[in-house]
């Protein structure tokens, strides 16, 4: 691949309500859209998160427990759904401001082996951002050749693409400033940490928990879990509030912005 692309993962905690059910933020979608047009990134992959599409449907039938019994079934297809309607929103959304937008479904393009990608069919995606096109995924629902099925997190597709397309960047757009010493929703002397490496991140682990909210795939927590192997790599990753004006459009861009960059 000629151009190195950025994966921006918006956070379902910043494209829906979080605290209800089924409930879009449609002008945050639209604005956030608004600024990945005018940022105008010559390679972009999109993953976004389940916020209160994904994650309470998930929960209630037990899904990332993998397959038990078969009442798990309907609550598996009512998940998927769900992820689809929002993902349509986002899709459209990117459409109407003149985005190549097009989904690609990880149910159907990837199986996970105990919780983990095992295969990811990638060759649509890849000549998708060859013909530059902007594929859009989003944590699922996915086939588990161990458990039956499992959740497969927004977070862990943005680091398994990231490194399998060698990604120039990973913006992560959350409700939060970035990375603080503590969830700065509970603890008012959390404090925002703006640079760390891994090595400070070992230290730091234990005071990162996971969301206040309903999240199946570990909230903070499991996203800065998600993210380090891609920091390995090399992969300059930024954590940055989409909830605010301009900061995921600034790190689209590389430039000076509000948030936590996470280095090796
Ligand atoms: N140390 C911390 N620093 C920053 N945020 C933290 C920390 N510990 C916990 N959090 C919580 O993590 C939340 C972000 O993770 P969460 O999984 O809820 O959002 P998301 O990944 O955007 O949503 P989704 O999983 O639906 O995509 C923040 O809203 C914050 O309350
Ligand atoms: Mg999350």
Same mark, same amino acid.
């Given at each position: 691949?000629?151009?190195?692309?950025?994966?921006?993962?918006?956070?379902?905690?910043? *494209?829906?309500?979080?605290?209800?059910?089924?409930?879009?933020?449609?002008?945050?979608?639209?604005?956030?859209?608004?600024?990945?047009? %005018?940022?105008?990134?010559?390679?972009?992959?999109? !993953?976004?998160? /389940?916020?209160?599409? #994904?994650?309470?449907?998930?929960?209630?039938?037990?899904?990332?427990? /993998?397959?038990? &019994?078969?009442?798990?079934?309907?609550?598996?297809?009512?998940?998927?759904?769900?992820?689809?309607?929002?993902?349509?929103?986002?899709?459209?959304?990117?459409?109407?401001? +003149? *985005?190549?937008?097009?989904?690609?479904?990880?149910?159907?393009? !990837?199986?996970?082996?105990?919780?983990?990608?095992?295969?990811?069919? &990638?060759?649509?995606?890849?000549?998708?951002?060859?013909? #530059?096109?902007?594929?859009?995924?989003?944590?699922?629902?996915?086939?588990?050749?161990?458990?039956?099925?499992?959740?497969?997190?927004?977070?862990?597709?943005?680091?398994?693409?990231? *490194?399998?397309? +060698?990604?120039? %960047?990973?913006?992560?757009? !959350? =409700?939060?400033?970035?990375?603080?010493? #503590? &969830?700065?929703?509970? &603890?008012?002397?959390? %404090?925002?940490?703006?640079?760390?490496?891994?090595?400070?991140?070992?230290?730091?682990?234990? %005071?990162?928990?996971?969301?206040? !909210?309903? =999240?199946? $795939?570990?909230?903070?927590?499991?996203?800065?879990?998600?993210?380090?192997?891609? @920091?390995?790599? #090399?992969?300059?990753?930024?954590?940055? +509030?989409?909830?605010?004006?301009?900061?995921?459009?600034?790190?689209?861009?590389?430039?000076?912005? @509000?948030? $936590?960059?996470?280095?090796?």
């Amino acid at each position: 691949m000629s151009v190195k692309p950025t994966v921006l993962k918006l956070g379902g905690s910043v *494209i829906t309500d979080k605290g209800k059910k089924l409930t879009p933020n449609l002008p945050a979608i639209e604005r956030l859209t608004k600024e990945i047009s %005018r940022a105008n990134v010559s390679s972009l992959v999109l !993953v976004h998160g /389940g916020g209160s599409f #994904g994650h309470p449907v998930a929960e209630q039938y037990s899904l990332a427990e /993998g397959y038990k &019994d078969s009442s798990q079934i309907m609550g598996f297809s009512m998940t998927h759904q769900a992820m689809t309607k929002l993902n349509k929103l986002i899709v459209e959304s990117l459409i109407n401001h +003149n *985005i190549p937008a097009v989904e690609v479904q990880p149910s159907s393009c !990837v199986v996970t082996k105990a919780g983990r990608i095992q295969i990811i069919e &990638d060759r649509p995606l890849r000549k998708m951002l060859e013909m #530059g096109f902007v594929p859009v995924l989003y944590g699922d629902t996915v086939f588990d050749s161990e458990t039956g099925f499992d959740i497969l997190s927004g977070d862990q597709l943005v680091s398994s693409l990231a *490194i399998n397309l +060698n990604a120039h %960047r990973i913006v992560v757009g !959350v =409700d939060v400033n970035g990375l603080y010493t #503590g &969830d700065p929703k509970t &603890d008012s002397a959390a %404090r925002l940490i703006r640079h760390v490496t891994l090595e400070e991140l070992k230290k730091l682990e234990h %005071r990162i928990e996971g969301s206040k !909210v309903t =999240d199946v $795939t570990g909230g903070m927590l499991g996203k800065i879990f998600e993210l380090k192997p891609a @920091v390995e790599q #090399g992969i300059q990753t930024i954590i940055v +509030n989409a909830t605010e004006s301009n900061r995921v459009y600034k790190a689209l861009k590389g430039e000076e912005v @509000v948030g $936590t960059i996470i280095e090796r």
